[in-house]
């Protein structure tokens, strides 16, 4: 069973970002997926096995400022997310129309 963890990371620029993807990128291998967001200040973790534990310390080593997500957070991030999906979604499909046209 898939969970998923939210996490408040405090991220000023591209290279705090970029620290946070790199930690989590050598330990990917433990993870079904997980995403940066430096707009939003949240790094979201799906995982089959990992603990929350183990991944807010892999946050934390960055030196980053790290806190899991309030339910407020959670809730704006994923519905920021979902309308980006279907934004995206909508471009794809306005693209393949053009394409048979």
């Known amino acids: 069973m898939t969970k998923t963890f939210y996490f408040n990371v405090k991220m000023n620029c591209g290279g705090c970002s970029g620290a946070v993807e790199r930690a989590l990128k050598r ?35 960055t030196g980053k400022a790290t806190r899991d997500a309030t339910e407020e957070e959670i809730e704006q991030y994923v519905k920021k997310q979902e309308e980006l999906k279907k934004k995206q979604a909508e471009e794809e499909e306005e693209e393949e129309q053009q394409q048979q046209q």
């Open 27 to 61: 330990k990917e291998e433990d993870f079904v997926s997980y995403n940066v967001s430096l707009e939003d200040q949240i790094v979201e973790v799906t995982v089959d096995n990992e603990d929350h534990d183990a991944i807010f310390d892999i946050i934390k080593k």
